[in-house]
């Protein structure tokens, strides 16, 4: 279960001045090589968890293994664990409000839940059933909504702001500490999303998007990386195959992490 201290910490971290930071991790070897980065917390990607399970991602794979593989993460690292439960891994906000327990269970301290193409009173309910949960088990969990509208290019794009920061303060009124809206680099959109929140902004970033602390001085206070540190991972695992066997050379492997330094990371309980 949950130390309450640190529900605490990860709550005080989201401030624009110094924007969280999250390089997301998908299991446990991903997570304490963040970590041992200097990480003050690890958000978990649900893509590069389904992808490690061999099931795609989009509420496509199932509830068990991921909160497994979850459990496995929190349980490896020191600083606050967020995980990124999809739409919740239920068809009913009662199942989505299992699937919270069982996090808050293995010592997760957040939640990342979407709306995706479902109405938004669905996810409504379902943030609102996530928040009674951790209300029964005596948890401060911060619930981070995800708004869709940009990423999936939703309704018509001269409304979309609007639209977005609607589904927002209906989700905060659900209980959301948080609104998460990937899809967005304009700093324009973004500085007129934080103003429009009373809650910390979350932005997804990658190549192309402000740095962390330029995106801070536009009222981010959360700053992402998504799937991107799965997806960059994989593709040097793929760079060293062709190499391997296109070339029959070795030269990706130069970057890789010392051996020893990557087995330190990890010890053997019991």
């Known amino acids: 279960m949950i130390n309450a201290s640190k529900s605490a910490l990860f709550r005080s971290l989201h ?21 041992a980065a200097g990480a003050t917390a690890i958000a978990t ?8 399970l061999g099931a795609p991602d989009g509420d496509r794979v199932a509830r068990g293994p991921v ?37 808050l269970e293995a010592g997760v301290v957040g939640v990342n839940i979407e709306d995706g193409t ?25 619930v981070n909504a995800r708004v869709d509208t940009y990423l999936l290019g939703l309704g018509d794009p001269a409304t979309r702001l609007r639209e977005t920061l609607g589904r927002a303060r209906r989700y905060v009124d659900a209980g959301a500490d948080g609104i998460f809206v990937p899809g967005v680099a304009d700093p324009g959109v973004i500085r007129d999303l ?20 330029e995106l801070g001085a536009l009222g981010v206070a959360r700053v992402s990386l998504g799937s ?17 066997h296109r070339a029959g050379g070795y030269d990706s492997l130069r970057k890789a992490i010392d051996y020893p330094e990557l087995n330190g990371l990890f010890t053997v309980s019991g």
């Open 15 to 35: 401030t624009p001045a110094r924007p969280l930071a999250l390089a997301n991790a998908w299991d446990v070897a991903s997570a304490r090589v963040i970590e």
């Open 45 to 52: 990607t649900s893509a590069g968890v389904a992808w490690s």
């Open 67 to 103: 909160l497994e593989a979850i459990a496995r993460i929190a349980a490896a690292v020191a600083v606050p664990v967020t995980a990124d439960i999809e739409g919740g891994y239920g068809q009913s906000p009662a199942e989505v409000a299992e699937t919270v327990t069982r996090v």
């Open 118 to 142: 479902r109405p938004p009173g669905t996810l409504a309910d379902r943030i609102a059933a996530a928040r009674g949960a951790a209300r029964r088990a005596g948890v401060d969990l911060f």
């Open 194 to 213: 934080a103003a429009g929140l009373t809650v910390p902004l979350n932005i997804m970033a990658g190549p192309g998007t402000a740095p962390v602390d």
């Open 228 to 244: 991107g540190v799965a997806q960059a991972a994989y593709a040097a695992a793929r760079q060293a195959a062709l190499d391997l």
